[in-house]
């Protein structure tokens, strides 16, 4: 069975991710400024949230 993860960054919810495996999580962009992980796996959770939190805040720059 399939695990989703809402991912928040920012006060915003930047996407989510879902386990495709053991220690594999692809990243599914819910805002434009998240685009670029659109598709990206990670090995946890907390790694999505930091790449969704440096993704916003350089979008906000």
Same mark, same amino acid.
């Given at each position: 069975?399939?695990?989703?993860?809402?991912?928040?960054? =920012?006060?915003?919810?930047?996407? =989510? #991710?879902?386990?495709?495996?053991?220690?594999?999580?692809?990243?599914?962009?819910?805002?434009?400024?998240?685009?670029? =992980?659109?598709?990206?796996?990670?090995?946890? #959770?907390?790694?999505?949230?930091?790449?969704?939190?440096?993704?916003?805040?350089?979008?906000?720059?």
């Amino acid at each position: 069975m399939s695990a989703a993860y809402v991912i928040e960054a =920012l006060g915003r919810q930047a996407g =989510l #991710v879902v386990q495709i495996g053991k220690g594999r999580y692809r990243f599914f962009a819910a805002l434009s400024e998240a685009a670029e =992980l659109e598709g990206r796996e990670f090995s946890s #959770v907390s790694d999505a949230c930091r790449a969704a939190r440096r993704a916003l805040a350089r979008a906000a720059a």
